[in-house]
């Protein structure tokens, strides 16, 4: 049997391990605080401020990038297609995603398996910016090999402009952005699938539940907490489709297809065509004022998880 | 020259070192430069550098561009002052925009920005020098006095070259050139039954004819993108008797005028010419860097562009043949297109530069009647110099076959309106004050042509107020920092815009 040592000792002991606990914390909390902290809590500075982000003349405004914000237009219409991307974005990948990790993961085994996990995520691995270049090749409407595909199958007689025509452009950037990432939210349902103890499966069989009972009564409820996790890191990476519309579009035509990430680039550092200085200071407020309602966003989508997982818990019990 | 002379020279019809520059357009693209081409750039001038490598500290001289036509003149002359000078390590960058705008401002940051550099596209000179980014060149340049009176008089501008007397940059060469033209492919035009060399566009009805004759064949008739399409109507509403500037503003009456009927009428008309199915689909995103690399292999029938475009189609399409011709006008007649002699690309001197002398040298040699004739002859012509000797002593043998003709349209076609940095110097504490309109020209532009604005009259109207608001509201700010500027400035009631405005016309307003 082991003895306690001393209450002395042992204070000691463990004075020692936290100290080794911090010291090896230190250099990612340098680093995170460098990288994350300081630039956040600088953006927060900065929206409180008219800076054009080069120069010492940081003038101080209190809220009026924030007000101007609010009054304008072309930022609530890209807070919107934003929104668009997570609210339309999200469940459509996170569905589609589960679908075919069930297939893979019951339907389809072996080798055949692996080759379709890995076609699916090789997107995910390729820069956005270059996809996005590529893509454009692609899609163009005037000997792109899509429009030749769609033309000489007599689907259209003229040309589709997936990322010029304004009705087209977001719905063409999100199904891209879509495709792209696709594979991330793949994998992570297929991991989720794992948690799934064969047994559960086996003693559903032997009670003579189809594949479809299955399903709703044994995958699903346990799916349900990674869903949660799933369905946020998803948003999250929704709201990051810069670099692709960036590439693809730069937001246009005339701002059809401009996301909030978008906005902020081109206030903070695109010159404009009538050569303005940029405005970080109002971009960081733009930013700021995102991030916050994303936020709030995220915490209402997890509260509205906890109040379903609390439900279900009530009508299991 | 004795040889203790510390100036040093390159024999004439001298053959320098390979220069392979893909000449590009005004857009902000990445430009190849330093490879091994064996493109030979060749030059009548002397190319003398006053510079004693013994008695200074210069080691090196780095420079920092967005490359493009310029580049096929500035990349020799520093690569030649290295040969020179074999102690000075030199570096021409000319690697586009994009890398200006990122590379240069960090380097003023920890201390290691070129030796000479562009501004970013984003900055104004004011800034630069408010917060010692750069230096004025007038206590460095040896003799500068002489070295100022080789330009014309009107070369060196208070707001974009002299802020508070003092001189911080120069004009490389001359604004006086073409945006946009007709650029016409044999191959297109032939297939359309259309004889080549193509005699004559001269209407907008012909235009719209051959565009529509080409584009039945299968090949689309007209190839522009959003980047340029503002500059494509401005010229033709200019073709209509529109009196605008690059601006949109009309400098007889010092109002923005892009809701003006003859505007209206350009915008129509190529709204009309989209509707025939003639414009290339997808225009809206076609980048100009690959609008220019397909339109030689079939892409479009008729570009509406620059003559940026020919240095390229004759490195990559030798065989690629073409009819330039000018903007056709909405009737036949003949007109005037105004336009601003700012000079164009200015280079400016670091201010924490330890290689002053280097980069001074090849600063003044450039700025000579020598240097400005390299300019033009390495250029093939396509640069044109403020100095017109320089253009008119310039080897013809060296010109590129299409720079004359290019050149001379814009001699006949376009003429220098009135400016109010020239009539103000303290016009540059206004360019400092004045914000952005948002959305600009461009961006309408594209929302009318998609249908996003309807009412194109309406939302050019929009735009003329906010213009006309963010103009008054910097000229109160310029007044209340002390500037002496009044709004009545803008107006030039004696400009007759089929002659270039002169330093007597600006004498004649009675100031």
């Known amino acids: ?317 | 020259m004795p040889d203790d002379d510390a100036r040093t020279t390159f024999r004439r019809r001298s053959v320098l070192g390979a220069t392979a520059v893909m000449a590009t357009g005004l857009s902000a693209c990445s430009v190849e430069t330093g490879s091994e081409s064996g493109t030979e750039g060749r030059t009548s001038s002397d190319f003398t550098f006053e510079f004693d490598a013994d008695a200074t500290d210069s080691t090196q001289l780095t420079w920092m561009d967005s490359g493009d036509l310029k580049a096929l003149f500035i990349e020799p002359v520093i690569a030649e002052f290295g040969e020179q000078h074999p102690d000075i390590t030199t570096k021409y960058d000319g690697a586009g925009w994009e890398q200006v705008n990122q590379v240069v401002p960090l380097g003023i940051r920890n201390g290691s920005a070129p030796d000479v550099f562009a501004l970013p596209e984003n900055v104004p000179p004011e800034t630069a020098i408010g917060e010692d980014w750069v230096r004025p060149i007038d206590d460095v340049i040896p003799d500068f006095e002489q070295w100022r009176a080789g330009f014309p008089e009107t070369a060196l501008i208070n707001g974009i070259h002299v802020f508070d007397g003092r001189v911080y940059s120069w004009p490389l060469n001359s604004t006086r050139r073409l945006d946009i033209t007709q650029y016409i492919s044999h191959e297109a035009a032939s297939a359309a039954g259309v004889e080549v060399p193509v005699e004559s566009v001269s209407t907008w009805e012909d235009l719209r004819s051959l565009a529509q004759e080409i584009t039945a064949t299968g090949t689309p008739g007209i190839l522009s993108t959003a980047d340029h399409l503002h500059y494509v109507v401005a010229n033709l509403a200019n073709t209509a008797g529109w009196l605008g500037n690059s601006d949109g503003m009309n400098m007889r009456t010092g109002s923005f005028e892009y809701s003006a009927p003859e505007y209206l009428e350009a915008l129509e008309f190529i709204r009309s010419m989209i509707e025939d199915g003639s414009f290339v689909p997808g225009y809206l995103t076609l980048k100009d860097a690959d609008a220019r690399a397909q339109f030689p292999t079939g892409l479009a029938g008729i570009s509406l562009n620059g003559p940026w475009d020919i240095v390229p189609w004759d490195e990559d399409h030798p065989d690629f043949e073409y009819t330039i011709l000018p903007l056709p006008s909405p009737d036949g007649s003949s007109y005037t297109i105004p336009y601003r002699e700012t000079g164009s690309n200015m280079a400016w001197l670091y201010a924490d530069s330890p290689n002053t002398d280097a980069a001074v040298a090849v600063l003044k040699f450039m700025g000579t009647l020598e240097g400005q004739r390299a300019m033009v002859e390495l250029s093939g012509g396509f640069l044109v110099s403020t100095i017109e000797e320089a253009n008119t002593s310039a080897d013809p043998e060296l010109l590129h076959p299409q720079a004359k003709k290019v050149t001379d349209m814009a001699i006949e076609y376009m003429r220098a309106c009135p400016q109010f940095e020239i009539r103000n110097p303290d016009a540059g504490a206004v360019t400092l004050q004045l914000e952005p309109a948002n959305p600009g020209i461009s961006a309408t532009i594209e929302g009318i042509l998609t249908g996003q604005l309807p009412d194109a009259g309406a939302a050019l109207e929009d735009l003329d107020a906010r213009l006309t608001e963010a103009m008054e509201k910097a000229f109160d700010e310029a007044r209340a920092g002390g500037a002496e500027v009044d709004i009545g400035e803008l107006q030039f009631p004696n400009w007759d815009p089929a002659r270039d405005y002169s330093a007597d016309d600006y004498a004649a307003l009675g100031e």
């Open chain 1, 1 to 317: 049997m082991a003895v306690a040592p001393p209450p002395a000792r042992a204070s000691r002991a463990r004075r020692k391990d936290l100290l080794w606990i911090y010291l090896f914390i230190l250099p990612g909390l340098a680093l995170t605080s460098m990288f994350i902290f300081y630039p956040m809590g600088a953006s927060w500075y900065f929206s409180l401020t008219e800076w054009n982000g080069f120069s010492d003349a940081k003038a101080f405004v209190g809220l009026a990038n924030y007000r101007e914000l609010i009054g304008d237009g072309f930022f609530w219409g890209s807070f919107g297609r934003s929104m668009i991307f997570v609210l339309i974005g999200v469940p459509l990948r996170v569905g589609l995603a589960l679908i075919l990790a069930i297939v893979l993961n019951n339907v389809i085994r072996g080798r055949l398996s692996t080759f379709f996990r890995t076609v699916f995520f090789l997107p995910v691995m390729a820069a956005a910016s270059v996809i996005g270049v590529v893509l454009t090749f692609v899609l163009s409407p005037g000997n792109g090999p899509i429009a030749l595909l769609l033309e000489t199958t007599g689907l259209t007689d003229t040309p589709v402009e997936f990322l010029s025509d304004p009705d087209l452009a977001l719905w063409s950037t999100l199904l891209l952005h879509t495709w792209k990432n696709f594979g991330m939210t793949l994998i992570y349902w297929l991991a989720a699938l794992q948690t799934v103890p064969p047994e559960y499966y086996e003693a559903a069989e032997v009670d003579g539940a189809g594949a479809v009972q299955r399903l709703i009564r044994i995958t699903l409820p346990i799916l349900l907490p990674f869903a949660v996790i799933i369905i946020v890191l998803t948003a999250n990476e929704n709201l990051h489709a810069f670099a692709l519309i960036q590439a693809l579009t730069g937001g246009g035509p005339y701002y059809a297809s401009e996301v909030v990430e978008v906005y902020i680039f081109r206030t903070a550092f695109a010159p404009d065509a009538a050569g303005g200085v940029p405005r970080l200071g109002y971009a960081s407020a733009a930013g700021c004022f995102f991030g916050m309602a994303t936020l709030i966003i995220a915490l209402l989508q997890a509260w509205a998880l906890k109040l379903v997982a609390a439900q279900r818990a009530r009508l299991d019990r």
